[in-house]
């Protein structure tokens, strides 16, 4: 569902970041496969803002094949490091792959298995966050991550206004206004999430129609 008319998504894509090789395989493969990853316009806001915060250190809830991870990558100084997390052998295989070919696979930390698992064995700081797994579970995810946060961190929040029939805008809509509405367990996740998120006094959030919504906020410490 996208949420841009269709002539500004397409002013969004060709003013934009332009994806290098290696990006627009993998946005074929997605096209080609159904696979729901974040898309050049999204991927390009991830980079951007991990260069505005100056961010070094990147830890990722859900990674996939490693599209937004490659995005991220981009930004970070010869030190860093992002951690991309997947419960699919595959599909962290194909992002491995993926980020050694663009000249990134130094920077990045390979977990395979649940993020709520892997979390718990890095202690941070993170400057950046991104949250793209189970929507029921995106409230967790934040709980789990910040007490790891850096001053000034940027949590991300994919899929905050739409993932397909798991997340119904319509209904998150009505919920923001101010209705009681029935939610499945998908679209009451990014509702509690965002709940959450705009009630602490320690972060700054906004959503952005991006893709299918994006939630961002930073974290003051």
Avoid: C
């Avoid at 496969?33 to 991830?46: E, I, S, W, Y």
């Avoid at 789990?144 to 998150?172: C, H, Q, W, Y």
């Avoid at 499945?184 to 006094?201: H, M």
Wanted: aromatic letters at 10%; zero cysteines; a negative charge.
């Amino acid at each position: 569902m996208a949420h841009l008319a269709d002539d500004v998504l397409r002013f969004v894509r060709a003013a934009g970041p332009q994806p290098d090789d290696v990006l627009e395989e993998m946005d074929e493969y997605a096209e080609a496969n159904g696979f729901p990853h974040v898309g050049p316009a999204v991927g390009g806001f991830l980079r951007l803002t991990a260069r505005l915060a100056g961010a070094e250190s990147v830890f990722e809830f859900g990674s996939g094949y490693g599209y937004s991870a490659y995005w991220f990558a981009d930004a970070l100084p010869e030190n860093g490091e992002i951690v991309l997390t997947e419960v699919d052998e595959d599909e962290l295989e194909m992002a491995r792959e993926h980020l050694s070919r663009g000249g990134y696979d130094d920077l990045a930390s390979y977990e395979l298995g649940d993020a709520l698992d892997t979390i718990e064995r890095y202690d941070g700081p993170f400057d950046a966050v991104l949250i793209d797994h189970q929507k029921h579970r995106y409230p967790e995810a934040l709980e789990a991550v910040r007490d790891k946060l850096a001053p000034g961190a940027v949590v991300i929040a994919d899929n905050t206004m739409s993932a397909g029939s798991a997340v119904v805008f319509e209904d998150l809509l009505a919920h923001f206004e101010g209705q009681s509405v029935e939610m499945n367990e998908g679209t009451r996740g990014v509702a509690d999430y965002l709940d959450t998120v705009r009630a602490d006094p320690a972060f700054e959030t906004m959503v952005l129609p991006l893709g299918e919504g994006i939630a961002v906020s930073r974290f003051e410490g």
